[in-house]
């Protein structure tokens, strides 16, 4: 995991949410429409806080998790500029297979945005979402990332170069029946674990969770800086209205490919 850590602490991921808003804003979308009125929230694998600090103003109790401790220190310092740190209930640095210091069903609701696709084994996986599960209270939603395979093929296509050692059609075949990712220069993205799209809701069932929604984080990704300095050109509100066509076209299962980042949406099942 030191890998992981190493390349958080190097990687400015405040403002990657900056760079690519949408997604952030059809997350929130989604995760305004099923949180609970009120609770105690994790935001487990939180990175720097950017959905915690939202979570917070909105008068949510929160506790931030995250493997890298530079971030935890970003956040709770994030937390204290805009005079939010009563609403945190602590922020600690936490592996997501191993949430020992908290308590079993103690959250309404909960959040993995990050974790799940920096682990390849698959019984790393299994930990974190079993331990998801124990954290959260009986009927408690929770909202957890994964990355598309079929998106990552199809970027390392369309940009071998950025994407060594795709770069030939041999290593590509290789990863499409594995799923897991080195990047051959190591200071791009770190070892991951991209899912097929149609092997997540089973996934997340077969660990007690009822399914509620798939939906993909950030279908704009598509769209080039050319594209998007198209429409700014035509004003902000058809730039609005292109982000409101984005959030309703998150859920549509024939989008799901184009999204590099998928989120899916479940209910604790009593066992």
């Known amino acids: 995991m030191s890998d992981i850590v190493n390349y958080y602490n190097k990687f400015d991921e405040w403002g990657r949410l900056d760079r690519e808003p949408i997604e952030f804003q059809v997350n929130w979308s989604f995760i305004r429409k099923y949180f609970p009125k009120k609770g105690h929230v994790l935001d487990n694998g939180a990175g720097p806080g950017k959905y915690s600090i939202e979570l917070a103003k909105e008068g949510y109790k929160v506790t931030l998790t995250d493997l890298t401790p530079k971030l935890v220190e970003i956040a709770e310092k994030k937390a204290q500029e805009l005079e939010l740190t009563a609403q945190f209930n602590g922020f600690y640095v936490l592996d997501a297979r191993e949430l020992n210091i908290l308590k079993d069903e103690q959250f309404d609701a909960s959040l993995?945005?990050?974790?799940?696709?920096?682990?390849?084994e698959e019984n790393d996986r299994i930990k974190a979402v079993k331990?998801?599960?124990?954290?959260?209270?009986k009927d408690g939603i929770i909202f957890v990332a994964f990355m598309s395979r079929i998106r990552h093929?199809?970027?390392?296509?369309?940009?071998?170069e950025n994407w060594k050692p795709n770069d030939n059609i041999d290593t590509i075949l290789q990863f499409s029946e594995s799923g897991c990712f080195n990047h051959a220069d190591e200071v791009r993205f770190t070892g991951a674990y991209y899912f097929n799209i149609e092997e997540i809701k089973p996934f997340m069932e077969s660990q007690g969770f009822e399914s509620l929604e798939l939906i993909g984080s950030n279908v704009g990704a598509i769209l080039t800086n050319e594209n998007w300095n198209y429409w700014r050109n035509k004003g902000e509100q058809e730039v609005n209205n292109i982000i409101k066509l984005l959030i309703e076209k998150a859920s549509d299962p024939y989008t799901l490919g184009i999204s590099s980042h998928l989120l899916y949406i479940g209910r604790k099942r009593g066992l």
Do not use: A, C, D
């Not at 945005?113 to 390849?120: F, K, T, V």
């Open 112 to 120: 993995m945005l990050g974790p799940l696709y920096h682990l390849q």
């Open 131 to 137: 331990e998801l599960y124990r954290v959260t209270k």
């Open 153 to 160: 093929i199809l970027s390392s296509l369309s940009s071998p």
